[in-house]
């Protein structure tokens, strides 16, 4: 068996990187080239310095990349299957449209990144900070967010059936047409989100907040809401059919035209007059008792 050693720009290949060295775009190309696409190693890159580096197309995948000041980086297009950025500081970096497939991306900074179009399918972005980040049309199914923070992002026609979300901040984020069909979002933060026509069908939603959120259209089929907190909601004309909204508080929620056949709404609380305005079919009651 051959075993490679490289040295480029100060970066050694199995060995330990002196703290931020600056790398530049021919030294990656050199680095990178000794490690094949189907390579189950990556390149050693933790600690580096890729500031505002045009780092496009690249092959990252295995990359160890933990700790690394990627701020501002081009990485479009790139390769970061396996990738581990855990730590790493992505604030205002474009990965729009990068296979980022089972990375890591825990408690990474990533304030305001471009990750468009991004394949982030089982990547694992716990404890991220990604406010305000563009995350339109990606691909995040059976990622892993727990505790993000999604405040103020765009995650509209994003696909993230199969998420885990518990506890994630989504607070003013755009959900519009997202697809959330069986994600776990318990105890997240979801206050003014726009959701409209948005999948959460057979998502697990237990104690989440949806103050004054939009979530017209929405397909809550079979969600589970107990004891959500959607005072001021706005449910008017979503699917709800077979949903759990058990000790919900849904005071003030719109609910004009919302299709609530088959829902338990046993021991929540909401306005009369509002409800009188569902589409109820064997809607169980907040006092256990049954519609028509």
Do not use: W
């Amino acid at each position: 068996m051959h075993h490679f050693y490289l040295f480029v720009a100060g970066v050694g290949i199995g060995t330990n990187i002196p703290p931020m060295p600056d790398l530049s775009r021919s030294d990656l190309i050199k680095l990178l080239a000794v490690f094949p696409a189907n390579a189950k190693m990556g390149a050693r890159l933790s600690g580096v310095n890729l500031r505002e580096l045009d780092l496009r197309g690249l092959n990252f995948t295995h990359a160890d990349l933990v700790g690394s000041d990627l701020t501002g980086a081009n990485l479009t297009g790139a390769f970061l299957t396996g990738a581990d950025f855990s730590r790493a500081v992505l604030d205002g970096a474009d990965l729009s449209g990068v296979q980022a497939v089972e990375a890591c991306f825990d408690r990474a900074r990533m304030t305001g990144a471009r990750l468009l179009l991004a394949n982030l399918t089982s990547a694992s972005l716990a404890e991220a900070d990604l406010p305000g980040a563009l995350l339109r049309g990606a691909d995040a199914q059976r990622a892993r967010f727990k505790n993000a923070d999604l405040s103020a992002a765009d995650l509209s026609h994003a696909h993230l059936q199969g998420a885990r979300m518990q506890g994630v901040q989504l607070t003013d984020a755009d959900l519009t047409a997202a697809e959330l069909d069986g994600a776990e979002l318990n105890d997240a933060n979801l206050d003014r989100v726009r959701a409209d026509g948005a999948c959460f069908a057979g998502a697990h939603l237990l104690k989440a907040s949806f103050l004054d959120a939009n979530l017209r259209h929405a397909a809550l089929r079979e969600a589970n809401f107990s004891g959500a907190f959607l005072m001021g909601a706005d449910l008017s004309e979503a699917t709800c059919s077979r949903a759990l909204f058990r000790e919900a508080n849904l005071s003030g929620a719109k609910l004009r035209r919302a299709h609530l056949s088959q829902v338990s709404l046993r021991g929540a609380i909401y306005d009369e007059r509002l409800l009188r305005e569902a589409l109820l079919q064997e809607t169980i009651l907040a006092d256990g008792t049954r519609s028509a």
